[in-house]
């Protein structure tokens, strides 16, 4: 009897605790976007993982049916989650109350298929065409952009509903089909079917997909519930990758309303995972720029209802980061004493991320202005400041003080007088006196990275350009935030950036080491500065907006010439009447031409200076400042001998009048020699301009054309250092911008030369470019000899702002404008390894960067 009493007791503790534990879990739902596959293996796993458990939440997953709008459902509160495409920006701008968690995939799985036996295989045979697509795949952007990018019109072709079936396509019912990457291939692979896939992050439409999302009501109210909930999902996802086989197992037992089968599950985890972690990024990671030209292109097609706030869209939850004790000294500690020194060349961009760090961290800081380092450093042992900025780091300071994480890397710049050659080796400047301004962090930065530099303390940037400008110093070195403001306000036409340093100046924040707090807020704060807003932050301070000047003196050697030419043409009139009408029409004419090149050269310049949009402006500015000098010594030096022969002959012409000697074949033939050197000039003119005026016409050119071009711009200065540039080009034609390809192919060459420069084994040094094209595509190959690329770094070469050796010298987006340049202007795509080779019996290793257009 006892025995059946302790069990029941037992039996209702159980019974009891089980329902208190029940209740204690928060009842959410789920809306799925579409019916059960691996796409939503995440919330799977999470749910029989217990990871939702985990966090206080009984999650229902609801299936999905053709009746259903998952954005409305969600808006509504029907749901307090959903999963939807990228087609929520426009169910945002007409109204609807949706704010994304995070996007699952990083580009969209949306694909275009047609049969290879269907002789669609490019997007110019779409049109007149079927098409069978949902409405939401119609008017998802990703395919539009596509589409729309090579001159389609959607008129032209016929849209058929969907039916899910991919037997329809093979059966000819319609002749593409909207599918994701993820299924339809597995069953035409199967079947032995030969496909064509149109894939729109090819064309450089990489589109988020699969974002969670929410409304902003649950977000106010249940602001925590929100959090756990998106991580908890995500810690589903990472376990489903993780465990493909076991997550595709679990999906064909318990969530297969589809009957799939577990090699096809397995087939489209392994295509998802692709794009989840495509580019490299982090799980679920959403950026503000890449939703707003989403939204952008959206827009430009006339689909959007109204104008929508991006940082609206995607949620932010900065301020849970912070434990509670972190809070509460936020609270208890509102307001931050900063030391700045009073020498303000550095402290623009300082108070723009100072910005940055108050908007994430919830402290007012107040800046403190001091006279120098050591009045910043005494304040700040005296506890009347909490931070100090600094580049400096040393055991002594270790001692006493905590450092936060860097905040951001200012490049270092050498800036010398207008005649000075491009400086791409730090070595150049060895036994040359440099300037530097008396900053403690900054001497002691180059004191330790470049020891062989021989500096000289000037008191200001100002006083240290004004000795460069004199040629009482050769360089003065400083960051170009700095540099930049001081050429623009004062020294445009006398100083120029020569180089960069390799090293750039890292900025964190000094603090006391008993303040724990502060330094894990500000190191979280730092953290959570998202990448749009660095950017744009860099963007301001590293572009330079030149004032509406112009250096007249290369028009007025024009002037001149035009002048010569013009007098000689007049006298030859009043003296030779019946010289050949057609020879003076020519003569006019051209001079005609060069007048009019006289009055717009400097609109044009301007006008091309200012209509650049201000980030192409930082990417290009930085290079093109440091190659200027350089490049108009190349120009003067090609103009130099064609005036020497307009001046040498029309001497001549007035010898011989003088002396009555001239005869009228003399006279013809020097006519026309001035006419041919007058002819090159203006085609110097031509090229000079072509280079700096980025093309954004797609035109026809030939291969073989700009590798000539190129040649053109490079072979003398690699002539001098003993690199030889190997060619190997069709004689094919090439559609797209050429001079932005010129620029992408000049900036790999640029670094492989510098590579080869650093390479000190003694060996041949050698460049190869191959430009071939198969398959209506164009492939263009350069390689070097110098060694290859770190491993560890390869895969970072693209990155803004990332250097290494094998670009040593460059500005950090040498790389990172090229692959924008060919991914988003030109449809293709760019990729670098390293390759052994051989070449004359000669084995080498190097970078071979690879190009498709």
């Not at 500005?811 to 390293?834: C, F």
Request: some cysteine; glycine content about 4%; aromatic content about 10%.
């Amino acid at each position: 009897m006892q025995s059946i009493i302790k069990k029941l007791i037992i039996l209702f503790c159980f019974i009891t605790f089980s329902n208190l534990y029940s209740k204690d879990l928060d009842k959410v739902s789920l809306q799925l976007s579409w019916f059960n596959q691996f796409q939503f293996a995440g919330y799977y796993i999470a749910k029989e993982k217990g990871f939702y458990k985990d966090v206080g939440l009984d999650v229902d997953i609801k299936n999905y049916d053709f009746n259903i709008d998952v954005p409305t459902e969600v808006s509504n509160g029907n749901s307090n989650f959903g999963i939807g495409r990228e087609t929520l920006l426009l169910d945002k701008s007409e109204g609807k109350d949706v704010v994304s968690l995070y996007a699952t995939f990083q580009a969209s799985p949306l694909v275009l298929i047609s049969l290879k036996n269907s002789n669609i295989e490019s997007i110019k045979d779409f049109e007149n065409k079927k098409i069978m697509a949902t409405p939401g795949d119609a008017t998802e952007v990703s395919i539009k952009a596509m589409i729309t990018s090579k001159n389609i019109d959607f008129k032209k072709m016929i849209f058929l509903k969907h039916s899910h079936n991919v037997m329809d396509l093979v059966n000819k019912k319609t002749d593409i089909m909207s599918a994701y990457i993820s299924k339809a291939p597995y069953s035409l692979d199967k079947k032995n079917i030969k496909y064509n896939i149109f894939y729109p992050k090819d064309y450089g439409f990489d589109m988020y997909s699969d974002f969670l999302f929410t409304n902003s009501h649950e977000i106010k109210n249940n602001e925590q519930r929100v959090i756990d909930f998106k991580n908890a999902s995500l810690r589903g996802w990472e376990y489903a990758f993780s465990h493909i086989n076991e997550t595709a197992k679990l999906i064909y037992d318990k969530y297969n309303n589809k009957n799939l089968t577990i090699d096809e599950l397995i087939f489209e985890a392994k295509k998802l995972k692709k794009l989840a972690y495509y580019d490299n990024a982090n799980l679920g990671d959403i950026k503000l720029d890449k939703v707003q030209r989403i939204f952008d292109l959206y827009n430009v097609m006339g689909l959007t209802k109204k104008q929508i706030s991006i940082s609206q869209f995607v949620y932010n939850n900065k301020f849970n980061l912070f434990t509670k004790g972190e809070k509460a000294y936020i609270k208890n500690n509102k307001i931050v004493n900063i030391c700045i020194n009073e020498n303000k060349n550095r402290t623009g961009i300082l108070k723009d991320f100072i910005n940055l760090i108050e908007k994430n961290s919830g402290f007012e800081f107040n800046i403190i202005n001091s006279k120098d380092w050591n009045s910043s450093l005494s304040l700040l042992k005296t506890k009347q400041c909490d931070i100090l900025p600094s580049s400096f780091k040393s055991l002594a300071l270790k001692q006493y003080f905590s450092f936060t994480k860097k905040y951001v890397d200012i490049p270092l710049v050498i800036a010398t007088k207008h005649d000075v050659s491009f400086i791409d080796n730090i070595r150049s400047l060895k036994n040359k006196t440099i300037g530097v301004i008396n900053d403690k962090n900054l001497i002691s930065f180059l004191n330790k990275n470049y020891p062989s530099l021989k500096i000289q303390r000037v008191n200001s940037l100002d006083e240290g350009l004004d000795l460069v400008s004199h040629n009482k110093l050769f360089a003065q070195i400083d960051t170009i935030t700095s540099i930049s403001k001081k050429i623009q306000d004062k020294y445009l036409t006398k100083i120029k950036i020569s180089g960069k340093l390799p090293k750039s100046l890292q900025m964190f924040f000094l603090l006391d080491k008993s303040n724990n707090f502060l330094l894990n807020i500000l190191n979280k704060s730092i953290g959570y500065i998202d990448e749009y807003d660095k950017q744009k932050i860099l963007n301001k301070w590293l572009s330079i907006q030149y004032k509406k000047s112009f250096d007249y003196s290369l028009l007025g050697k024009i002037f001149l010439a035009f002048i010569v030419i013009i007098g000689i043409l007049i006298y030859r009139q009043r003296l030779l009447n019946n010289v050949n009408e057609v020879l003076k029409y020519k003569v006019n004419e051209k001079t005609k031409e060069l007048i009019q090149l006289n009055e717009s050269l400097e609109r044009r310049i301007e006008q091309e200076v200012e209509s650049n949009r201000e980030k192409d402006r930082l990417l290009s500015q930085q290079i093109k400042l440091a190659a200027m000098g350089e490049m108009l010594e190349n120009i003067a030096h090609q103009w130099r001998q064609p005036l020497s022969i307009i001046s040498t002959t029309a001497s001549g012409v007035e010898v011989q009048i003088s002396a009555n000697l001239l005869t009228n074949d003399e006279l013809i033939k020097s006519m026309i020699i001035i006419n041919e050197t007058a002819q090159n000039l203006s085609k110097t003119i031509d090229d000079f301009r072509q280079f700096y005026e980025p093309n954004k016409k797609i035109v026809k050119f030939k291969a073989k054309d700009l590798y000539l071009k190129i040649l053109n711009n490079v072979n003398t200065s690699y002539t001098s250092l003993d690199i030889k540039i190997i060619g190997d080009i069709e004689d094919i034609d090439i559609e797209g911008l050429d001079s932005e390809l010129i620029q992408v192919i000049l900036n790999i060459l640029n670094n492989a030369k510098d590579a080869l420069i650093m390479n000190n084994k003694n060996i041949e040094k050698l460049i190869f470019i191959d430009i071939k094209k198969k398959r209506e595509k164009v492939f263009i190959t350069i390689k070097d000899n110098a060694g290859g690329i770190k491993d560890e770094i390869i895969e970072r070469v693209f990155e803004p702002y990332f250097t290494t050796k094998h670009k040593f010298q460059g500005t950090g987006i040498g790389l990172y404008m090229t692959r924008e340049i060919i991914a988003k202007h030109m449809n293709g795509e760019i990729t670098v390894k390293n390759k052994e080779y051989k070449y004359n019996q000669n084995s080498y290793t190097g970078a071979v960067f690879k190009i498709k257009l």
